[in-house]
Structures are given as C-alpha cells and as structure tokens.
C-alpha cells in the first residue's frame, strides 16, 4: 500500500474537544487570512534589499537555524558536522550540505513535539511542495527537490514576502547601521514595509570584548566624537533620530537581568570614562546597562520609538561552543529574573507617561502572573510581549494565554510577534499562534465567558490589530477594536 | 433582529468536555445552594450595622474597585477620571459618577477573560436584573436602571446578606478598633452573623508612615502605657483577647516576605525603643515585622486565633499614584517568595501543636507544589489558603487544584475565602468556586480516579466544611466530612 | 443493594475528550505489557536477596510509607500513633498494626486526588486482590485478608519481581557497602535483574553529623587508609570501580542546592583536613559538596557511570520530627533551585563530553521549561530525569510532559524513573506513567502534530527503550527507536 500523502491537517492545532473545535475552527477562520505584521524579528535586511536566493536547503533551512542545530548537538551529533562554519574553519566542518541535510532527516524523529517539526512541516508541505515527510530513505529526494524549487525566481524573498501576504517586517540594527539598505528599499517603494529597529546592546555593555570599538565605530557613524559619557548619550539620541527617520517604531533590549536602576551622571561618568581605557568587571557593566535602559526610557519619551526587553539569558553557557562557533549556536540558557524590582525604577519615573510605551518579553514563564500581568495591567505604558524563543509553541503560546489573560486581559498584551530569523517560517508561527489563541477563545466561548462575536473580533485584534497598536504603527481611534475614547479625547469632542 | 437578552449560561465555568460536564453539572447542584462561609473579607461593618443604601451604580460597582479601576487606567484613561478621589480633592477628579459608569461601560471589551467579567455580569444579570451588556450604547439605560434598583428597600446591605444566604462573614479590623460596630450588630442578633478579624498590619511595620500614631492610639484603645516592646506585646495580647470576646477567630497578616524569624528579646526591644524615638530603616522594620509573625503564632497557641499569612506583594509600586490616591489603588505587584525558609522558624516552634493553626496564601504560584502543598501536606497546623486576589479566577482556582491537591489532598485546603471589598461580588465569587472545584472533581471521576458520591461528598466539604473547620468555627467531631477519630479520641472512646 | 464490587476502570488516567481517549487506548495498549526498567529506586537488595515475606499489612503498606504518614499526621494524627517507632522506643508507639491498619482506613478520604491513593488502589485491588474500598467498616476484613495473602509463598519478593515482569532494578547503596548480597545475587543468576547504584551523600557533606564514621567505615571497606583529601579521592574512585564490577551503571546524588563549582585542590584539602578534627561549618559542607559533584563527573567520565543528581530539598524541616524519628520522615520540602547558575562549571567542563551522562531531576516545577529542557535541549551529555517525588503523580507527569517536550523533545528526557522504596507500588507507578505518556501523546496525534505511529513507537521508548538508553544499559545502535548514526559512526561505515 502506498504511503499517505505527507499533508497538513486543517485542524491542526486547535482543540480536541469536540464543542471546542468546532467553535476554534470557525474564529480561526476569522483571523487566518490577515496579512502578517511582523514587529520584532532577525531578517537580513540586506538580504530583502538585493532579493536574495536562498541558496541551498542546508543553507537555508538546517545551519543557521540554532533551535534545529542544538537539538541534534543535544542528541550527540557535532555542531561542525551539520555544517556550521567555526571561528577558525581550518579545524574543519562539513561542507557536504546534502550530507548535512540527510543527517537532520534522518533524526526528524528528535524533534516530534517541538516547534521545530511544526514549523518545519509548515515550511516543507506549504511552502516548498514537499510531499514526503524527511527519513535516512527520503533524504534525497527531497534535498532535490527542493534544491530546485529554491531556484526558481518565484522563490526570491520579494516574491515570497508578497505570497505570504506581509505587511510589515521590522528587522533588528545596531546603532551603527547606515541604514542604507533601508533607504534603498524606500527608495524602491518598499519602505513602509520593511523598517529598521534600533537594537544597542553592543554599546550599553563596557564590560563585553568589542565595547570599545562599537563605539568607535558608533562615533564615526555619527560624524561625533565621543570622549565622555555626555557626547555618547548625545550620539546614542541621535542615532535614534536618524532611525526615527528610517521609519523606525521601536528599540530592542537582550538584557542579562531586568534591572532598570539608573545611575547618577558621576557615576555613569565614571565608568564610562574607565571603561574607554580598559575593559570594566561584570557588576559595573551590568550597572551601567541597567541605568542605559533608564536612559533609553527617558530617550522614548522623547522621540516615541517603543522599548521591548528581553532579559534573563544566560548567554553562551559552554566556552567551548562560544570559542569555536562564537555566540548564538544554541548554548543560551534562561535564568529567573525579577522584574518587579527590576523594572520598578523605569516605571516609577516614565510608566505613566502617555508618551512611553514598553513591551516586556520573558523566557521565565514563572513571572508572567505573578510579575508581568499585574505591571502590564497596572501601567498604561506596558504591554506583555508575545511568548518569545523557548516559549514560542503551542503549549508556550497557550499557557500565555492561560496565565496573563485573567489579570491583563487580552488588550493589554502585544499580539503576536515572531521574533525569528528564519524567513520561510513566519507563515507558519504566525498561523500557529492565530491557531493557538483560536483554540483559547474558543474555550471561553465554550464555558459561556465570552460570546462568540467577541471571541472573533478578540481573535483578528490579537493577530493584526494590537500588533500595530503595540508598536504604535497605528493610533488607537484609528481602528473599532480598541479602547473607547479617553476622557481627554472625550472632552475635546464635545 | 432583535438582541438577544443577556443572561447567564448555566453551564458557564464548567469544563466543556461533555463527559466532564455532565458530571460536573451534578456536581455542582449538590453545592450549588450551599450558604455562604465569607471568613475573610473587606466589607465595612459600618455599613451593615446601619444596614447602608449602596449609593449610585459608580460608587458600589466603579469607584472602590482596583481590580476595575487598574483595567481602565492601564488603557490609558486617568485614575482622577473615574471618580477616585485624589488626596487633595482640589487637583481634580470626576464627579459626575454617570460619566464614570460611561467609561466604564465603553470600555467593556477590555475586561474580556478576566474574572471581574465574570463577577460583574453575574452582579449585573443576577443581583441586579440587568438584560442589556454595557456599552456605549446602553451605559445609561443601565446606570438608569440600577439607580432605581439601588434605591429599592430590598437592595440595602442587610436585605442582600439575607438574600445572598451568608451564614457567616468575617471583617477585617484594626487592633485598635473599639468593635463597637460587632457589638451593635450581637445586640441586634447578628453577632454570629458577621465578626471581626484582628489586622495588626500597621502596629507590626515600625519604619511605615503612622506607626507611632498607630501606637498611640493602640494605647489609647487599651487603657494601658505602650512604653517599651513589653508593655507593647501584652496590648497585643489584650486586643487580641478583645477580639475573642467579640467573635473573632483569626488573625490577618499581609507581610512583604514571609519571613518569620524570631529576633531576641533584648534586639526587638532595641528597635522598638528607637522606633518609638524616630524612624527605622526597611530592614529593621522587616525584621521586626518577622519576629512580630512569630509572636503572633506564640499568642495563637493561647488564646486560639487562627493565622493567616499574606505575603508577596510590594505595595505601591508607583510613588506617583501612591501620593495621588494613597495605597490600594492598584499598583501592588506580587514578588516572588520563598515559603519554606521564611515561615521555618514558626513552624519549627509551633507547626506540631495541636492548639495552632496558620492559613497560608500565595499569589506567587510557583510555590504551591513546591513549598506548600508540601508543607500543608506535612504540618497538622497548616492549611492551605484558597487562591487570592489576581489568583481568584477561573484560571487561576483551576491551577491551584492541579497543583495542590495531589500532594496536600483536598483536607489540607482551606475551602473557599472570597477576600473581597465588593459585597455585591460575593455571590458570584462563591458560585464561580464551586463551580471551578465541580470541573476538577468531575475530571477525577470522568478518569476514574474518584467516586461520584466521594466527588459530590467533597465539592460539599470545599465550599462549606472545610472554611468553617479551617477557622473553628466548627470542630472536626461535628461533621461526618471530616478525619475520623484520633488515636486520642479513639481511646476516649472505649 | 450490594455495593459494587471495587475494581480499576481499564481507562483509568487516561484522557477523557473522547478523540484523545480513544488514540490514548490504543497508545498505551502498545506500551502497557513492556518488561519494567526500574532505574533508581531504594529496595533493600537483603530483601531480594533472602527473598523475604513482606510482614503483615502495615509494615508493608503504612509504616515505611513517608508519603502516606505525612498526610495523616498532616491531619491531625501522630507519627507515632502509625507504628512509626521513634529513636527512643521507650517514648512509647503503636505496635497494634491492626490499629494502624485501622487509622489508616478510617481517614482513606484524605487521600482523595493524591497519588498514594492511586498507587494504594491498583496495589491493593491489582496485587492483593481485595474487592472492598478501605473504611471504618471494612479495615479489619482487609486486613485480615491481607494478612492472609501476604503469607502466601507466591506473595514473597522474587516471585513478585517475576509477576511484575521487571527486567532490572537498582539498588542505592553505600559507599562503604560491601555489595555481598549483590553478589549473592548474581550468583544465584540474578545479577542482571538487581544491580547497585552508588550513592556517596554520606561521605560528600562534612558538616554532617556522622561524616567521620562515613569516611572511616569508607577507608575500612576500601581498605586503604584515607587521611587527606588525596587519598579521599582515591578511595572515591575505587569504590567506584568496585560498584561498576558488580554491575552499577550509575551514581546518585542528593544536594541540597544544583551548585557544582570546584574547589581548588588546596581548598578542597583544607576543608577535608579541618573537618576530619572538628565539624565544619553548614557553608564549608555545601562547598566541599558543590566540589565532589564536580569530581564526581570527572570520574564518570572515565568509569562511565551515569550521574543522577536530586537537589532542592530543605530535609527535615521540623527538627522535632528529626530528633524524634530520625530522618525521612515526611518534612522534607522542596526550595527554588538554580540550574542555570548551579550546573554550570559542571557542564562546562563535561557537558560535551561523549563519554558523560548526567540525568538532571528536580522537584522545582519551575525550572522544567525555564532551565532544565534548554540544558537537555543543547548538553549531548545531559537527560532530563522524570518527575520525581511529589511530582511522580499524574498531573506532575502531565505537566512536565507540557512543560519539557517542545524544548527538549522526548529523547532527551530519561524515560520513566519509579525511585520508590514501595516494592508492590511499582506496577502501579509504570503503568500510571505508561497512561500519562500516552494520554499527552494522543493529544498530539489528535492535534495532528503527531501520526500514530509516531506516537506508538515513542510510548514505547519512553517506558523501555530510553530508561535503558539514559542508564547505558543499552547501546543507542542496539534499537531502531534511537538517533540515527552519529557522523562518526556514518563514516566508519563507509
């Protein structure tokens, strides 16, 4: 007998029970086809700008992809020999990319239940056409055919950002990008749809191997010199003015804990200044980090780009991964945070302030009631960000759902956010997440919490709305489906 | 086609699987009508000695929630604006209560998911007849209808306490109230109805604001000189006794941590006596506050007063609407805690007593399979607290059994304490418990792991046995859902 | 009407949405006749080895039973009011087991929701045969007819073992053990079935009372002297040595905290000196154990013994239990534990090291999907032990299942880890695990994230294939359900 064709399920992903199904199908329904608002991600903006093949399957779907690598590294594979390229590649990797992706198929059993194989399936079946699902005996065949599908001018990123209906891609920048890819692409008609973020972790950290010549390299972008802790913060508002005029909405945070304690100017001063002479110990790095958060708060008020916060990974937790490969190959690992400590000094100064908003992430699923869903339904400013890395998959999404929704409600959350690196699989997170809240609606509606109409007009803001929303890309009075007027707005239109 | 009217569902809040359900249906009618056991909560005595009116539909349903308050403020609109007075009232607040109710109701969206959704269309449909859901559209047809309901004889406080067939419902009072309200309230043949609990928050933190004035006036009310830690403890002990005398049976501790360590007698007396001169620093106040913890539980093995613990929340988390509003105005967030360590030394000394008894509550969920289900499933003095504040919801009652019970069982929980300042919220809070504990039995029988007659017998214990046995208001002998005899009973008995 | 007779429901634990039950049926049909892998566990090998009777029904069933105890003191009973016998026999306790047998029967609804009441129902329904729910009115009838079983020469220890279908089972043993009974054991054809696991706590915490005698009875039984830190180590190893011979593949380890960060050799020699005169202070003893886990790995990387690490339990937390009773006794409670933080110079070290395999338990929930899936999910060297303690129960399985898989997968997690010391609980345990496995599994299959065969082959790994994986009881090559080959082994076959 044949083998079933390899297909996706239309039901995938929603609930079993059977009321609950049925009612999830139908909200999905509402919100399936809007197109994607992708606020927070790691594209190659380069890329995008010169229209870039994707080269190979391995290149494309296997090496740089440190969710799929580390899991097979977890299994007893080598890193080097799924073709990941080391610091010194003349201590040898594989270049056979076919034998790369044959490895990954053949161990397509490690990934069932994780996020990998859903999306991965996703990418297989409805993007690429695969029909057989990745083995030892399959490999082949489907390296092949998707080696050829890959050529085809149909398969450019242009074309497939159109097919999957994207409205809006926010890539990540480090503050001393000329932001020229971005101009090209305004220049081409596309700059509304692919903006710049301004992510500056490599200059708030004077304790990191390569602070000092971020900053150098910070100082000749600006056509500024920086010799003190004033002219840096001088160029660090400028090079978010020149963001804000790339059609940037938001800065981006990867923090080590969340602590927002700002420093006096001397101190700042101080280790700023020590800093440019000789690398600084870890606590005055982390101080200084934390009070340029605050500084980057104080920044927001002003210029209106949107902070998000990742905190509470604990990078490269193998030397010998990080010295070979370098950073970002699969050994970060999460750790608690407090962020009601942490942020408490942001909030206290700006998180009133109509003009600031913050979104706070989390791999510490352990804040999110306790923590976040009481700051994000507390403070206008804050808004909970969509589950993020780890937590990015069905049960991640759900307990979000579960755990934030009873004290922050929904409109208090950012809406999904894909927070990926890895172009042909927004598609399928952002169908997974429409998928996941479906079914969490759905089960409202089923325990006669919410009605139906509600449900789905929940479920289209979650997806498109408050995405937009979230990162100010749209003003609340501009859409049905957000707060009624404020008292202030309400006054003037008497 | 005309709307159809609003009402509730009644199977909402039962699981939706339908074998579940069916059971779960049963379940719940065998606790459904059960009388209410209110042994914590925030209600004015005041207000049901004078057996008050409720005022206008904004300041019973609007203005003195935080919970709802929090909501709308942290969408954007003003605390000011919805009628909450500020400190200095000439800064400006709202005061027509009608245009409160408006925002309110406009904004009816924002509370999709949340339990005070929940409770408010049960108060709305089921108090208060309401058909229409608020909106912008019908916010004064309601606000209308529920000044003229609210008008009604049959709608004071006393009226509702009948009609809402509370058996009993405990206050929450200061060491140096002189209970005259509770004794009003005896001599109208209330007193078992309604009782107080003694609060000894704000004598317990010698670095707060009003400490030495609580002081004096906890001198004042008891006849005695507080002039040293001394004389200070045995005033505790005498107010304590007083509130024995009027009913009471517990006592209300909301701690930062729960640190319970007892300090010398020699340190305590040291910081008190500088108190008394001039402030203290937060950690003395802490440490003084933990020995206080453990004095208390020395003071329950005498005169029988039931602990309970509430710890985890840093209060006030922006100074701005903190010197706006005062405190309890939604800006309390939880931290986490560490129960194990903190409450060690108290349960060391008095956790095998058979005369003490503590009621531990949490919202930082984390610890309840990790400390205490452990601990109330080891120590005879323990029970477990049911969920509180952001915990009391749907979600979060349904968490706590699934975390809970399989190490502490049902026996070691405290049954359901609603912890409300809302009166007309009582209701829906107890029903919606009852309903959430029926979904948990049902699902143990639907998988076979429980008897339907064990299911019903215990869903009766939850909502009704167990807070008065947890309290003693009632002894474990008077109830056939109870542990059977003790070793010493059983001899007593031959 | 006759009361039914009391019998297990073939669908037990098994999901009740009627789509996951019926995938769930035939899942756990696949997985529920496997041979049991019982990995870590603390029977007494005398027992096997003399192939004791197991006594009468409470010294079977209730007194060593800390699980069960702890709930009934929790409710007001006294230890040793349940034949527990204190240190100091003349304190007086029951020696009446009929009575204990009674107390325990008449309070059976304490155990409602729990695993013990889970385990206690397929012991005594499945093993034992008794047809009547424990009470008042049936305790002495079972007890007699338990009495009468128990006598039965198909009721002793080997024959069981035999019922059970066990194909191995550990042991925990001293150190200073002399492995005689193992080696009876083996002599008599079943060293294969029963083997040691080493567990060196004893000799690993000098701050301990009775951690000299553990080193001297350590020197005697290696019979080499040890008086320095050196020759410590060298012992260490040759115990080592002596347990791989007669058939350990593991070691085991219950810290106090997850922290593994080396001594110097020189600090590590003072500690060691110091405590060998006088004992050492509680932060000496948790670093020279922080050290020995460290060395521990170094020495399982050449003897390639597995290492088990249990941390996070604050043990007796009641000192009057403790001097009581000694320890074990039910007040032992879990505290937060950092992974992340704690494991780290271990795992930088080892952690891609082929030849090492550690398995990581917790009973900190909350470092499930925060730390311990990341770890799994990158460390080729680390498995995600299963839940363990409290969590051992069906919600705790279900949840570490949710809360593991989309991280880590299921493959690097260790399969199912009974660690009872409850001989006749043991069907109970795997066949519960067999049900929660494929409870989640149907989930999947019936989300469409999984196909059935899938889910089928991984039940079977997780209940067999995998235990014996983590454990190197069995090569990765010997079964088609593991990773395909390594690129090391491909190019060998070439």
Same mark, same amino acid.
Request: with cysteine; proline share 7%.
């Given at each position: ?130 029909t057989e699902e990745p083995s030892a005996a399959s490999a082949d065949a489907i390296y092949d055919q998707l080696s050829a599908t890959l050529a085809r001018p149909e398969f450019r990123i242009r074309e497939l950002f159109n097919r999957f209906n994207i409205e809006v891609l926010s890539t990540t920048d480090a503050p001393d990008s000329d932001l020229s890819e971005h101009a090209a692409l305004a220049a081409d008609g596309w700059g509304a749809r692919v ?29 500024? +010199? ?54 600084? +110990? ?70 009133? +302030? ?141």
């Open positions: 007998m044949a083998k079933p064709t390899w297909r996706l399920h239309p039901d995938r992903a929603l609930p079993t029970d059977p009321l609950q199904r049925e009612i999830a199908r139908e909200i999905y329904a509402s919100s399936a086809e809007l197109p994607i608002i992708s606020m927070h991600g790691h594209i190659d903006v380069g890329a995008i700008d010169r229209n870039d093949a994707f080269g190979d399957p391995a290149e494309l779907l296997i090496i740089p992809d440190h969710y799929l690598v580390r899991m097979l590294v977890s299994q007893g594979l080598r890193t080097e020999d799924l073709g990941v390229r080391p610091l010194d590649p003349a201590a040898g990797y594989e270049t056979d990319h076919r034998a790369v992706w044959r490895r990954f198929a053949e161990n397509w059993k490690l990934f069932r239940g994780t996020p990998t194989r859903y999306w991965m399936e996703h990418e297989l079946v409805e993007v690429f056409g695969i903006i710049p973020t301004f992510r500056p972790d490599g200059i708030f950290y004077p304790d990191r191997a390569g602070w000092r010549a971020s900053i150098r390299s910070l100082a000749t972008r600006n056509g500024t +010199d920086i010799t003190d802790y004033r002219s840096f913060l001088a160029a660090v508002q400028e090079r978010r003015f020149a963001f804000v005029a790339a059609g940037a909405l938001a800065t981006d945070h990867g923090h080590l804990s969340a602590d927002t304690t700002p420093l006096s100017a001397s101190d700042a001063e101080r280790i700023f200044a020590e800093a440019l002479q000789c690398p600084v +110990d870890a606590a005055k790095g982390a101080a200084f980090a934390a009070n340029m958060l605050f500084e980057s708060a104080r920044m927001s008020v002003e210029d209106g780009l949107v902070m998000q916060l990742h905190p509470g990974v604990q990078r490269d937790h193998s030397d010998e991964i990080a010295q070979t490969f370098g950073p970002d190959h699969g050994f970060d690992i999460p750790r608690a945070i407090d962020y009601t400590r942490g942020i408490h000094p942001l909030l206290n100064a700006f998180g009133l +302030d109509p003009r600031f908003r913050i979104i706070l992430f989390t791999i510490d699923e352990t804040v999110y009631s306790r923590e976040l869903a009481p700051l994000a339904g507390a403070y206008p400013s804050v808004r909970l960000g969509a589950p993020w890395w780890f937590l990015d998959s069905p049960g991640g999404m759900a307990r979000f759902r579960e755990l934030v929704t009873e004290t922050a409600g929904f409109y208090n959350t950012s809406g999904f956010v894909d927070d990926t690196r890895a172009f042909t699989s927004i598609p399928a997170r952002h169908d997974l997440s429409r998928r996941i809240d479906a079914g969490y609606l759905a089960k409202l509606v089923a325990e006669h919490r919410l009605s139906f109409d509600e449900a789905t007009e929940t479920a289209i803001d979650l997806a498109y709305t408050l995405p937009l929303l979230a990162y100010k890309r749209r003003d609340a009075g501009e859409t049905a489906s957000t707060p009624a007027q404020t008292p202030q707005q309400e006054r003037a239109a008497r």
